[in-house]
Antibody, heavy 125, light 110 residues
Framework: QVQLQESGPGLVKPSETLSLTCTVS????????WSWIRQPPGKGLEWIGY???????HYNPSLKSRATISEDTSKNQISLKLSSVTAADTAVYYC???????????????????WGQGTTVTVSS | QSALTQPPSASGSPGQSVTISCTGT?????????VSWYQQHPRKAPKVMIY???KRPSGVPDRFSGSKSGNTASLTVSGLQAEDEADYYC??????????FGGGTKLTVL
């Protein structure tokens, strides 16, 4: 059974860098795509980006290069860094397994089929 | 990239059917079958209910079904039950290693 657990500071000052970690159990981080998603208070979901070990990371263009997603295979963890944060970055941050599977004529996408419980990050001085 | 367009709210009585739409463009919904739907109860993480437009993960009731026509995907919940009251989000692959969510629809069971 795959389980994900997000961790990191709950309070970050404006202009600083938000750093979160997602610890994966029950699966190897190198075998799947892993996404970060956030949800501002009372608002909808926003995809931040994903990483796949052999391909690197890809990001939502709207974040304008502020996001960095990385993988630590020795710890089986996925990390998110978001620089130059403002109050607009206040949100619940989720990590999720983004289940892509290569098939004969392309890809099959099972969706984000395992989610962490989420961690709340507030940007405030 | 712009968010996919969903109605902010939908409602139905127990036992009825309700359909939620999700409109995108030929670059996302219309151009790929990698469309998913998620259910989110208050203060909970989302749960995938439909993937690849119309496929249900194991454990999801067959009351939930998905479809797509052109640039619009739809989620239909038949035989509404009280526990179906939740927020629903669509998502689509948008090409160039991008994913996009819809704005979400609050489903109320009257």
């Amino acid at each position: 059974q795959v389980q994900l657990q997000e961790s990191g500071p709950g309070l970050v000052k404006p202009s600083e860098t938000l750093s979160l970690t997602c610890t994966v159990s029950g699966a190897s981080t190198s075998d799947y795509y892993w996404s970060w998603i956030r949800q501002p208070p009372g608002k909808g979901l926003e995809w931040i980006g994903y990483i796949y070990s052999s391909e690197g990371a890809h990001y939502n263009p709207s974040l304008k290069s502020r996001a960095t997603i990385s993988e630590d295979t020795s710890k089986n963890q996925i990390s998110l860094k978001l620089s130059s944060v403002t109050a607009a970055d206040t949100a619940v941050y989720y990590c999720a397994r983004d289940h892509w599977e290569r098939i004969t004529n392309g890809w099959k996408y099972y969706g984000m089929d395992v989610w962490g419980q989420g961690t709340t990050v507030t940007v405030s001085s | 990239q712009s968010a996919l367009t969903q109605p902010p709210s939908a409602s139905g009585s127990p036992g009825q059917s309700v359909t939620i739409s999700c409109t995108g463009t030929s670059s996302d919904v219309g151009g790929h079958n990698h469309v998913s739907w998620y259910q989110q109860h208050p203060r909970k993480a989302p749960k995938v209910m439909i993937y690849e437009v119309n496929k249900r993960p194991s454990g999801v009731p067959d009351r939930f079904s998905g479809s797509k026509s052109g640039n619009t995907a739809s989620l239909t919940v038949s035989g509404l039950q009280a526990e179906d009251e939740a927020d629903y989000y669509c998502s689509s692959y948008a090409g160039n290693n991008n994913l996009v969510f819809g704005g979400g629809t609050k489903l109320t069971v009257l």
